[in-house]
């Protein structure tokens, strides 16, 4: 397995890997498409102008991508410092249980502390518990929860 930084080339293999976003019981109110979706525009827009603040790299294997992590970089709601955010992180189910999300996290902190950043955020469904565990295998912690009520 192999991790490189994504190419435009790679935007089809990446765009279908979005599909694993929503491969788990979905909340009331919410649709797999508009998960899998949601990120589109923000993948679109680093393959055809890559920016120094975001990281997008792939993970593959024999030539074909299996994985992707897309991180970006925000402000710390109270503190304001910078921080790394995981907008993305899917692998293929080809690749599941065999590294590749781990590799792909590593690549996140490694970027972070290269450019100073002292945390690593992301967010993630209560709901999807496959995610949750992978997550606090490698240390991170839950910190708060979104409450929501359609109306």
């Known amino acids: 397995?192999?991790?490189?930084?994504?190419r435009a080339s790679d935007e089809t293999a990446i765009l279908a890997l979005t599909e694993r976003l929503a491969d788990f019981p979905l909340p009331p109110g919410r649709t797999h498409r508009e998960?899998?979706?949601?990120?589109?525009p923000i993948i679109r827009a680093?393959?055809?102008?890559?920016?120094?603040?975001v990281l997008c790299v792939v993970a593959e294997e024999s030539g074909e991508v299996i994985g992707v992590i897309f991180?970006?970089?925000?402000?710390?709601?109270?503190?304001?410092?910078?921080?790394?955010?995981?907008?993305v992180l899917a692998v293929a189910e080809q690749g599941a249980?065999?590294?590749?999300?781990?590799?792909?996290?590593?690549?996140?902190?490694t970027w972070a502390g290269g450019r100073g950043l002292?945390?690593?955020?992301?967010?993630v469904f209560?709901?999807?518990a496959r995610a949750r565990g992978?997550?606090?295998?490698?240390?991170?912690?839950?910190?708060?929860?979104?409450?929501?009520?359609?109306v």
């Open 134 to 150: 992978f997550y606090e295998h490698l240390g991170y912690q839950p910190e708060f929860v979104r409450y929501v009520r359609d």
């Open 118 to 123: 002292h945390r690593v955020e992301l967010s």
């Open 35 to 40: 998960i899998a979706v949601a990120d589109h």
């Open 1 to 6: 397995m192999n991790l490189r930084t994504a």
């Open 71 to 87: 991180a970006n970089t925000r402000l710390d709601y109270f503190t304001g410092a910078p921080a790394a955010y995981i907008e």
């Open 46 to 53: 680093q393959l055809a102008d890559p920016r120094e603040d």
């Open 97 to 109: 249980g065999r590294g590749a999300a781990r590799r792909l996290m590593e690549a996140v902190e």
């Open 126 to 128: 209560a709901a999807n």
